[in-house]
Nanobody
Framework: QVQLVESGGGAVQAGGSLALSCTVS????????MGWFRQVPGKEREGVAV???????KYANSVKGRFTISKDNAKRTLYLQMNGLQPEDTAVYYC????????????????????????WGRGTQVTVSS
């Protein structure tokens, strides 16, 4: 059974930093694509950043230059370093994982869509105050 567990959320003031982690267990596919997504009440889940099996990355324009996604394959852990946080970054942040199928690469990676990812964590709250 695949499990993803996020940690590192919290509350910060605008301009501050937070680091999120997501540990994956039970994942047996030969390739792994992962991503961070976020959601606020009443809105659709939006892509923040994704990383493929070869560590290529893609970011939403709203976080480019402020957030950094990375992963440690040996530790099966995904990271998101968030700097320069703004109130509009307030959301529940979810990590996602799946095998790097063409669908995941085209939509999940290419379009930062959450639809292709089958495995999800429960989310961690990030709150940024002005």
């Amino acid at each position: 059974q695949v499990q993803l567990v996020e940690s590192g959320g919290g509350a910060v003031q605008a301009g501050g930093s937070l680091a999120l982690s997501c540990t994956v267990s039970g994942f047996t596919y030969s390739t792994i694509c992962m991503g961070w997504f976020r959601q606020v009440p009443g809105k659709e889940r939006e892509g923040v950043a994704v990383i493929d099996d070869g560590d290529a990355t893609k970011y939403a324009n709203s976080v480019k230059g402020r957030f950094t996604i990375s992963k440690d394959n040996a530790k099966r852990t995904l990271y998101l370093q968030m700097n320069g946080l703004q109130p509009e970054d307030t959301a529940v942040y979810y990590c996602a994982a799946d095998a790097c199928t063409p669908y995941v690469l085209d939509h999940g990676f290419g379009r930062l869509s959450s639809a292709p990812f089958d495995y999800w964590g429960r989310g961690t709250q990030v709150t940024v105050s002005s």
